[in-house]
T-cell receptor, first 114, second 115 residues
């Protein structure tokens, strides 16, 4: 089954404790992206990747890091989480050859930073 | 850069009634337009898209949207809603010829269908 898998789905952590949210897709998609969803703000892009070893900042990259060492994986790293990073995070992927915007989303990772 | 405005944050409606969710965009170039739906505790999934051609676009689950270039709108409609349509709906726009980095989402409209 074609899917984007995120882990963990739920996480409560404390300020400053490094964490990684993993994202994996099995559709051989070149494009991958991370979004955060906050009430009243919709989805905002954090980082995106056009291919292996190619990443770029989105609209709200501060406090986050990403890497793309393999085509299928695109982990989101919070080196020193803060309470303002409490949010619902979504990973998405798409064929680069396709029309921009046709994204496949994971089920989301709800992060709480105390 | 483009922007998307979803005029209603919440739309309550009774089952079997028609519904329209409004979306307006601004862009200085030609665009692609999308509606995504997010059911409770799930990720987003594509409902329908406008790329070119006919301005009336049909999507899944009986939804349709009409692209109006002069009014820069892409409103979503359904003639008769079901309880199962309760979800959050996101309008999104990307500029043609600008690639994936220009995809922008609206803030979402919560559709609440009651019996």
């Amino acid at each position: 089954e074609a899917q984007v898998t995120q882990n963990p789905r739920y996480l409560i952590t404390v300020t400053g404790k490094k964490l990684t949210v993993t994202c994996s897709q099995n559709m051989n998609h070149e494009y991958m992206s991370w979004y955060r969803q906050d009430p009243g703000l919709g989805l905002r892009q954090i980082y995106y990747s056009m291919n292996v070893e190619v990443t770029d900042k989105g609209d709200v990259p501060e406090g986050y890091k990403v890497s793309r060492k393999e085509k299928r994986n695109f982990p989101l790293i919070l080196e020193s989480p803060s309470p303002n990073q409490t949010s619902l995070y979504f990973c998405a992927s798409s064929l680069l050859a396709g029309v921009p915007g046709e994204l496949f989303f994971g089920e989301g990772s709800r992060l709480t930073v105390l | 850069a483009q922007s998307v405005t979803q005029l209603d944050s919440q739309v309550p409606v009774f089952e079997e009634a028609p519904v329209e969710l409004r979306c307006n965009y601004s862009s200085s170039v030609s665009v692609y337009l999308f509606w995504y739906v997010q059911y409770p505790n799930q990720g987003l999934q594509l409902l329908l898209k406008y790329l070119s051609g006919s301005t009336l676009v049909k999507g899944i689950n009986g939804f349709e949207a009409e692209f109006n270039k002069s009014q820069t709108s892409f409103h979503l409609r359904k003639p008769s809603v079901h309880i199962s349509d309760t979800a959050e709906y996101f309008c999104a726009v990307s500029e043609q010829n600008s690639g994936y980095s220009t995809l922008t989402f609206g803030k979402g409209t919560m559709l609440l269908v009651s019996p």
